[in-house]
């Protein structure tokens, strides 16, 4: 593989999501994935949006009547996962939910009813009401004909209010409520509990996580130039497709992919994806990129996989800022666009610290033990806030299974995400740079399947702090004696090979074997000859 030398620019071609659609719900006339049309459901939305007022939006007007015969037994908001917010007329605290509430990013708000026996099938209108902290409030009603129960799997089955990103703010409140349309219904007798959530009438505070959350991700192109193979992959075609998804599979407000304008040219075929590894940290130097900037190599090898493997991250790093070279990863297209974007984010999704889900039939190494949910499933219903599709708890798996058909985001995964991502984001100016940091000999030992170590060096700190780590030593054998190196062992994200980082001293040392674990291993001269 001959590496040109890289430059620090990148094409100024970014995608900053969101970017392909406002999440409006044309009611009736939404067209949405998996839960159908709603061109078949009695439905319409009015809007109304004014300053300050003391109003919780369940005041009787004249001839209006609260809803007889129904109650809202569920409240939930949908960014990605289904986070309840009342349940049956119980708040649910930030702190006892399954999820994190982002701010600045689109949301459907989901209410299910319950209805009494003697419930006629009629229009009801639901009524939305927010309060900010400034004092504007915005109100939203709908009407639907109820005469089926609730459902989750069909949007048509719930009442809808679609959020657009300005509308989700920190300290925001809101009530819900169910009102009559016929009035002829307001004369029987007033419900035992009104259809108001909260139930006392109040205002709840929906709970909007007030921290910056963004993702970023350099796209490195990869120009094949093999024996039998001459390739480059279509990456301007394909990094749309790759920003949508990460973005509905992450909390996060903005998710910016770029194309690297220096393609990474392959000229020897490879054995093992992880021999891209030292040309995409390189290029992570040459650019000088922060600690929280995401590397991913786009390949295209003219057939189904190398090693079996059709996309590789370098391993599961912690969230610290010296672990910046060790977010890295390879994914490969050959012509499935949809099949290269789910590698994309489950191999993105290693970088960010994930661990494997177990799935029935397509297990893969080093599953997460702690994973909640059996069969690899999400728990909670998904939902694409770009293109509409509702995800069944039980029949999707989570991206980061193998069981790629229907794949999305747990609510276990989202959480864990929040945390990275807001971590990530909080670094000042990006994070460190390879510029401050040290230098690693970076070593990948494969698991007896007969391929070569693979040694390299790049900058950056040794990855302390993740559960995938092993602290050790080596001992390098230099002219004058010996030096005792402080070393970790971890193994790659996606395979059993061992990966070996060494810090190595300021100064002068010449060695060409280290000691491991009591093994000699030969280094090439250049990377200890200092």
Sequence with gaps: MNIPNPTPAARPFRFDLPLTATLALAIPALA?????????????????????????????????????????????????????????GVWIAEDARNGQVISDRKALLRAYW??????????????????????EILDRAQVLTIDKPAYA????????????????????????????????????PPPAADPIVPSDGSLAQLGVQ??????????????????????????????????????????????????????????????????????????????NAPSNVYYYALMDTCNGGIAGAGGMAFSIPPATQGAGFERVAVGL???????????FVHE???????????????????????????DGGIGSWGFGLLDFGL????????????????????????????????TLTSWEGGGALPSEMGELLIGVLPDDDGSQPLWWTTRGELPVGSSTDSLTSVVARTGAGSIQLPATRQRLADGAAAVISVALPLGSMAATRIELDGVDLEIPAALLTR
């Design 32 to 88: 949405c994935g998996d839960g159908g049309a709603r061109n078949d459901v009695d439905a319409t939305e009015t809007e109304e949006s004014g300053g300050s007022g003391e109003s919780t939006g369940t005041e009787t007007g004249p001839g209006e009547s609260l809803a007889r015969d129904i109650e809202l037994s569920l409240v939930e908001l949908n960014q990605g996962t289904a986070i309840p917010l009342i349940v049956d």
């Design 114 to 135: 319950e209805t009494d026996p003697g419930f006629e099938a009629r229009e009801v209108e639901a009524r939305l009401h927010i309060e900010y902290s400034d004092g």
């Design 153 to 188: 799997g069909s949007l048509d089955r719930s009442f809808l209010f679609d959020l657009v990103e300005e509308q989700l703010r920190p300290g925001m409140q809101f009530s819900l409520s169910l009102w009559e349309v016929d009035p002829a219904y307001a004369e029987l």
């Design 210 to 287: 007030p921290e910056p959350v963004a993702i970023e991700v350099v796209v490195i192109p990869v120009e094949v130039q093999w024996p039998n193979c001459n390739t480059t992959v279509p990456a301007e075609d394909l990094v749309p497709l790759f920003a949508d998804m990460l973005y509905m599979k992450n909390p996060t407000q903005r998710t910016t992919l770029r194309i690297h304008e220096t393609p990474l040219i392959s000229t020897e075929e490879l054995d093992n994806l992880w021999e891209m590894f030292p040309a995409i940290q390189a290029y992570r130097v040459e650019d």
């Design 333 to 343: 297209w050959f012509g499935d666009d949809q099949w290269s974007a789910d590698t």
């Design 348 to 374: 993105i999704g290693h970088s960010q610290g994930l661990f494997h889900v177990r799935c029935p039939g397509a297990d893969a190494l080093g599953p997460d033990p702690t994973y909640p949910y059996a």
């Design 391 to 422: 995800r069944n708890p039980t029949s999707a798996h989570d991206y980061m299974s193998y069981c790629y058909d229907g794949n999305w985001t747990s609510d276990w995964t989202w959480n864990k995400n929040f945390r990275r991502i807001r």
